[in-house]
């Protein structure tokens, strides 16, 4: 079955996390998505390699780009030479969608700016991703994920007072690529009914700071000037990591209800009429009293017992996993959340996690697993009009 965006046209320039997944998004909805790389491969192809030293194609590949780069073709080439900048000229004229996150003068240097490219196709779509977005005094400087959550209050309130903590999973780029791929898909609806494609732009501090906004609103309007308080919740208790016989669990209770469930749990109503517990805010205030009652509660039972009990009392609650035991989770297999995709190289199929959005009657999904290195360049010249002999002296000339 044909994807949503079948016959759409990607161009992907993104590296790294934020970029190349914008386009994933497009291509698991059935997009035509060419992922463009240096001809020694770009640096995001080794990130975090299944094979430490080998070769591209011999498992050498990171596991990120295997992740990211999946459901699409791949070619080399090098937009910064005259040649090159003809091909990137010649795909532009074809395509419906241009990702590229890259500071706004290397955009201009590689002839990505939405004036170069609206010159050559009206109807394009240039999706942008910066660090710090265009206009500001640092829209010049480069950033990565954990400079965003530094910069919006994210890391200051994360582990421990002494030592501000960034968080392991690196939401600022995912959600940033998350949103622009939401804003891609309202240009193209837009382009359908004004004829004109335009740019769309994401920022990795635009995304923290969306994602933390309600953090900031309290600051600016309360004056709290919290700090980092572990794995507790300011706002709402008990919601904290616990201990068990033989592992963790994560016990998180909000909201009047939970915490009359909670109370009858633990055996101790009392605390309905306690006033250090009376409503969400104080409950957070008065956490590590809560805490500390449910890892007492907890200490005398298996994860297992603990997690029963907390299921049939209703109160959200589960296990610490370690990646391993994520993988081996019943509910995660049952639910085929990730698909085994094999990639020449790797001792066994790598589990991609598919597309986390389903739709009824139009799904996207994995179609194929991340393109070797330069491994569409020939076919993809070949339908721009470039014969053989041609594509022969663009190798020869350093441009493929």
């Given at each position: ?7 759409i ?7 790294y ?6 386009a ?14 240096k ?10 390699p ?9 498992g ?8 990211l ?11 910064m ?6 091909i990137?000229?010649?795909l ?35 999706t ?29 309130l ?65 004056q ?11 706002y ?26 909670w ?5 101790e ?14 409950r ?5 009293i809560l ?13 297992e ?10 109160i ?13 989770d019943?509910?995660?297999q ?22 986390p ?44």
């Amino acid at each position: 079955m044909a994807g949503v965006l079948d016959g759409i046209k990607v161009l992907d320039f993104g590296r790294y996390i934020a970029g190349p997944y914008c386009a994933t998004l497009l291509a698991d909805m059935g997009a035509d998505v060419i992922r463009i790389e240096k001809r020694e491969g770009s640096e995001d192809r080794f990130v975090q390699p299944v094979i430490p030293d080998a070769a591209p194609g011999e498992g050498g590949e990171g596991t990120m780009f295997l992740q990211l780069n999946r459901n699409k073709r791949g070619m080399t080439l090098d937009p910064m030479c005259d040649e090159g900048r003809a091909i990137v000229a010649k795909l532009v004229a074809e395509a419906d969608i241009v990702v590229a996150n890259l500071p706004p003068q290397t955009l201009k240097a590689m002839g990505l700016d939405y004036a170069t490219l609206e010159a050559i196709n009206p109807r394009v779509i240039l999706t942008t991703v910066s660090a710090f977005g265009h206009g500001g005094p640092y829209s010049d400087r480069v950033g990565f994920d954990g400079v965003a959550q530094a910069m919006s209050g994210a890391a200051y309130l994360t582990g421990r007072a002494d030592e501000p903590t960034k968080s392991y999973a690196p939401w600022v780029d995912f959600g940033t690529a998350v949103l622009s791929a939401y804003g891609t898909m309202a240009a193209l609806m837009a382009r359908d009914q004004t004829g004109k494609g335009q740019m769309v732009e994401g920022a990795l501090l635009a995304t923290a700071l969306n994602f933390f906004n309600f953090h900031l609103i309290e600051q600016d309007l309360r004056q709290t000037d919290r700090t980092a308080i572990g794995n507790r919740s300011p706002y709402a208790g008990p919601a904290d990591c616990v201990q068990t016989k033989d592992g963790w669990i994560f016990v998180q209770v909000i909201g009047a209800p939970l915490f009359k469930r909670w109370t009858r749990l633990m055996q101790e109503e009392e605390w309905l009429t306690d006033p250090r517990f009376s409503t969400d805010l104080k409950r957070g205030e008065n956490g590590e009293i809560l805490s500390e009652r449910t890892a007492t509660w907890a200490a005398d039972l298996t994860t297992e017992e603990a997690l029963e009990a907390l299921a049939e009392a209703r109160i959200p609650a589960g296990p610490v996993y370690s990646p391993a035991q994520a993988l081996a989770d019943p509910h995660i297999q049952a639910m085929q959340y990730m698909k085994p995709v094999d990639f020449p190289g790797l001792p066994k199929p790598a589990p991609i996690m598919d597309i986390p959005i389903r739709l009824s009657a139009t799904p996207g999904g994995i179609r194929h697993r991340a393109p070797l290195l330069g491994e569409h360049t020939d076919s993809i010249l070949k339908d721009l009009g470039y014969d053989p002999s041609a594509i022969a002296q663009l190798r020869q000339n350093g441009v493929i």
